[in-house]
């Protein structure tokens, strides 16, 4: 699959996919997007001194690695786990400027992340242990995993890739969460909402990072 690297508006790095015409981020910032639907819309609601945390298409790794300095900020213990079917290529992580425009540990971090092995628990700091899975969501069987208190759904838009945001599929993360669990997603279509909430998560629209009126929330 051709992959293109992209600046976003914040001076951050995203990837645009030619046969999909999709981006991985919004191009108004990927790292602004990032911080403000996942970090601060989600991982900071969720106060477990313990957290297991589903994101749905890990991608270029950014939400781990703010993740990770979040955890190790906050003294969080988070075990992630990063579903993705089509991981990116050395070639492709190794461009991204996410390490030089956080801090001097990010870099490195983020290729510990991506050089790590698929498919095994590795515990990369105190307070992360990073699982990633090189899977498609689609039949995925999410039972030797434990119940997850926070889910980053990430998958690429409804409009792109409507099979993802599935009733079928939402009910399987719904049932494989644990009561108080929290989803986000930066997506904040009407049938999307309706969909996470016909299977249980009680849903919210909340302000969406800039450049997008609005972003969902859901808490089991
Ligand atoms: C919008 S991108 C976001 C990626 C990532 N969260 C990031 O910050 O870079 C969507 C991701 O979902 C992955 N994906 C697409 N279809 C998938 C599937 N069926 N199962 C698992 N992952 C999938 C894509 O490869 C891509 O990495």
């Known amino acids: 699959m051709k992959r293109e690297l992209i600046i976003t508006e914040d001076g951050s790095h995203t990837l645009y996919l030619p046969e999909m015409q999709e981006h991985y981020h919004s191009v108004h910032g990927a790292l602004q997007e990032s911080k403000h639907v996942f970090i601060e819309a989600g991982l900071k609601q969720q106060n477990r001194s313990t957290i297991n945390l589903l994101e749905v298409g890990f991608g270029t790794g950014l939400n781990a690695l703010l993740s990770l300095q979040h955890a190790h900020e ?10 993705e079917k089509y991981p990116l290529q050395a070639e ?7 390490g030089r425009l956080l801090n001097e540990h990010s870099a490195y971090e983020l290729q510990k992340m991506h050089e790590c092995p698929w498919n095994e628990p590795v515990q990369l700091t105190e307070y992360f242990v990073l699982q990633k899975i090189n899977n498609d969501i ?4 999410f039972a030797a995993l434990p119940l997850f208190d926070l889910i980053y759904f990430d998958a690429f838009a409804p409009s792109k890739q409507e099979g993802i945001w599935t009733e079928a599929i939402f009910r ?6 644990k009561p108080g669990a929290i989803l986000v997603t930066y997506c904040a279509k009407g049938s999307v909402r309706r969909d996470l909430q016909s299977v249980g998560f009680r849903m919210e629209r909340i302000p969406g990072p800039p450049g997008k009126k609005e972003m969902l929330r859901g808490i089991k």
């Open 138 to 141: 689609h039949g995925y069987n």
């Open 92 to 98: 492709e992580y190794q461009q991204l400027n996410y």
């Open 172 to 177: 399987t993360l719904y049932n494989h969460c």
């Open 74 to 83: 906050f003294g969080q213990h988070i075990h992630y786990f990063g579903l």
